[in-house]
């Protein structure tokens, strides 16, 4: 461990260090990015980061550092928290922030040791709600760690059942890292992906599987599509080829695909945060298929309570007879349903989120 220095900044541009664990998917980067992205040139951003998909922030023109988890290390648990404290010592010694954002449900023990560290640094959680109910109530009390813990709100909030429900933290609105005037036209967007601007098309989005096995959701929803003559974009390329059809199957891959959302007539998705906030705020009719083995995110809140209030379909178990005449109701009056969602939809909540980082940071 480093030992302890104040950092030091000037009065016109101070520096912000943004933590994102590693989670199933993106959101923690991502809700990070957003808030970076909202907080320029208030805040010189750097980010310190477990997830593999970090150098997605350098387009952002944002300098970043990965560090592996403890399943990608190999490393015992109490072997790699000292190697987190020693490697997050060592970037705060070098880059001075004013403030350290860490996003994740679950705040790593070397961060108590290196903020005792760094005394004059300010520390902030931002912690997503929508917890499954009853679970990691130990992890709350981390917050004593921090001087600031941040919230992003949740479309699907009145069905939130976890613990974080009634424990203190500045909640914000929905975050994502774009906003609807920054997509491309439905022509733009096609023509920048490369698909057909005539013919309608899907986007696929349930991590990988067998497009042609229909015993499986994947399967299953790449069959129900085809028998309704609408082609097929999966956002992951690791999908089995042998013995089947992809000739009508494209790939699709970049960094926010949201900002190509208007490209496609509806969605299949899982429900994790970004997923379910992107596709709701940007308008794209969406049939939900909440992943059930996370840990912690209740996907199937968000997923249930948007379609009972009317804003989209939802489906636990994915069959071609139970999808098909959902995707059929979406490409019907989707664009109706999902227009709903203005009406509940508080505003982006990153340039809120910006502001609170940035006022903590000058108060340093």
Known sequence: ??????????????????VSSNGAGMGHLTRLLAYAQRSAPALKA?????????????????????????????????????????????????????????????????????RSA????????????????????EQLAK????????????????????????ATAH??????????????????????????????????????GNIN???????????ALRDLGVEVCVTR???ATQHGRLDDVHVVREFPLSRRYHAFDLAVSATGYNSFHELLRFGVPTLFVPNRSTALDDQE?????????GWSHALDVVTIDQATPLLADLLDRGEQMVKRVADADPGNGAAEAARALTTLAQEG
Do not use: C
Not at 145 to 157: C, K, S
């Open 143 to 166: 917050a004593s760690w921090f001087d600031l813990v941040i919230e992003p709100g949740e479309l699907a909030a009145p069905a939130d059942q976890g613990v974080t429900t009634t």
């Open 213 to 223: 096995d229909t015993s499986g959701d994947l399967g299953a929803v790449v069959a």
């Open 46 to 114: 750097h980010f310190f980061s477990l997830s593999q998909a970090a150098p997605v922030v350098a387009n952002f023109g944002h300098p970043f550092e990965y560090l592996p988890s403890a399943s990608a290390t190999g490393l015992e648990p109490a072997r790699w928290h000292k190697y987190f404290a020693t490697r997050l010592s060592a970037t705060i010694e070098r880059i001075r922030p004013s403030v350290v954002v860490f996003d994740g449900t679950w705040p790593y023990e070397g961060i108590s040791l290196v």
């Open 237 to 239: 390329p690791e999908i």
């Open 1 to 18: 461990m480093a030992p302890a220095k104040t950092p030091s900044s000037t009065t016109a541009t101070r520096r912000a260090l943004f």
């Open 301 to 309: 809140g968000r997923a249930h309570y948007a379609a009972q209030q």
């Open 118 to 137: 760094y005394p004059e640094v300010r520390w902030v959680w931002s912690r997503r709600g929508m917890w499954r109910a009853g679970m990691n109530r």
């Open 171 to 208: 909640r914000v609105g929905p975050v994502t890292v774009l906003d609807r005037d920054d997509l491309d036209s439905k022509a733009q967007a096609r023509t920048a992906l490369g698909l057909d601007p005539a013919v309608q098309l899907a986007l696929v989005s349930l991590g990988a």
